[in-house]
């Protein structure tokens, strides 16, 4: 099956800094990319959605200035937490799509651990 | 509104024994519909899905899901548990065709008892 894989697996950073999670489709082209937020023992909340080459579209409540989002290639998209604050700690899943007729099958990666200090 | 309901939140089974995991959808037209496993602390791995035809899926690790119309459900089954079948399991469905959107259910913790 697709394959995606996320980098760092998890990461602890400072309050206030920046934090990048890569993510890339590793055996196939994700033409378009998701990302997802999880909460403890919750179910996954879709932050946002990107094609690549284009903006990503944000789900509501979701600022799009502090996750910034870029899908500058077929096989890799990456989340940039600005500024991060302990409430961003959460773990970050991404998924892609392989493309075609229909896009519904979404393979996701591994997730990323955030932890805000 | 467009939902999948998951109405088990935590189920215990013992091993070797079968297991029937719920999900019930709440769509207009007839969605497609997808059962993901994830095991803690990491991602979601694709167990099965059904997109039209053959109502009784057929999945990866032995599982398989029907598809009933007039229940409005995907229940996911197993005849005989094993201890690693121990994860979070979640229901997922997409309508608006072209719209890649999953909705995911709340989820269903399964644990494996001796």
């Known amino acids: 099956g697709a394959v995606v894989s996320q980098h760092p697996s998890r990461v602890i950073c400072k309050s206030g800094t920046s934090v990048k999670i890569e993510c890339r489709s590793l055996d196939f082209q994700a033409t378009t990319m998701f990302w997802y937020r999880q909460f403890p023992k919750q179910s996954l909340m879709l932050m946002a959605t990107?094609?690549?080459?284009?903006?990503?579209?944000?789900e509501q409540g979701v600022e799009k200035d502090k996750f910034l989002i870029n899908h500058a290639s077929l096989t890799l998209s990456t989340l940039t937490v600005t500024s991060a604050h302990p409430e961003d700690s959460s773990f970050y899943i991404c998924s892609g799509t392989s493309g075609g007729g229909h896009q519904e099958t979404q393979y996701f990666g591994p997730g990323t651990r955030l932890l805000v200090l | 509104a467009q939902s999948v309901t998951q109405p088990d939140i935590h189920i215990t089974v013992s091993e070797g024994a079968s297991l029937e995991l719920r999900c019930n959808y709440s769509y207009g037209a007839t969605p497609y519909l997808f059962w993901y496993v994830q095991s803690p602390g990491q991602g979601l791995q694709l167990l099965l899905k059904?997109?039209?035809?053959?109502?009784l899926v057929q999945g990866i690790k032995g599982f398989e899901a029907e598809f009933k119309r007039s229940q409005s459900s995907f229940n996911l089954r197993k005849p005989s548990v094993h201890w690693s079948d121990a994860a979070e399991y979640f229901c997922a469905g997409i309508t608006n065709f072209g719209n890649e959107k999953l909705t995911f259910g709340t989820g269903t913790r399964l644990t494996i008892i001796p």
């Open positions: 059904y997109f039209s035809g053959d109502t």
């Open positions: 990107s094609n690549e080459g284009s903006k990503a579209t944000y």
